[in-house]
């Protein structure tokens, strides 16, 4: 499968709804189970930046990440934080001023996630899932 059709399975998967993107995957839900930051305090944060980088390894321009600084406040003080959201250039970019949830660190306001955040690694093993269930229908309608 090539990165342009990589490009075309992003496209159809555009709502971030709220139970994450498509490639927000089970794993990251249970590495931040693990690791306690499922616990982190929910807050709204405003999207203050966002830019597209392309991967250099694309054969276009269609398949990278958005690049997104936020900002939030807690008791009074200002935050900002910032995450890589994997995506296809077909996608909507967030806009600025556009509202997200993040979770913050109680004890350390400062250190904070955005728990949708589609990464690489869930991108390519969604594609891998995707190719091995294709591979298995071929197989067996080849009977």
């Not at 807690?74 to 979770?103: L, M, P």
């Amino acid at each position: 499968m090539h990165i342009e059709s990589y490009a075309g399975i992003l496209s159809s998967m555009q709502d971030r709804t709220a139970n994450g993107p498509a490639t927000s995957s089970q794993l990251n839900r249970f590495w931040l189970r693990l690791r306690g930051m499922d616990r982190w305090q929910a807050t709204e944060a405003q999207v203050f930046s966002c830019e597209w980088t392309a991967l250099e390894d694309a054969h276009n321009d269609e398949v990278g990440h958005f690049n997104v600084t936020y900002s939030y406040k807690i008791a009074g003080e200002r935050y900002v934080g910032k995450f890589s959201d994997f995506a296809s250039g077909q996608e909507s970019a967030y806009q600025r001023d556009e509202t997200i949830q993040i979770r913050y660190n109680p004890t350390k306001p400062a250190s904070s996630y955005y728990p949708d955040c589609r990464t690489r690694t869930n991108f390519v093993l969604l594609c891998l899932a995707i190719g091995a269930a294709a591979g298995a229908l071929a197989l067996y309608l080849s009977r």
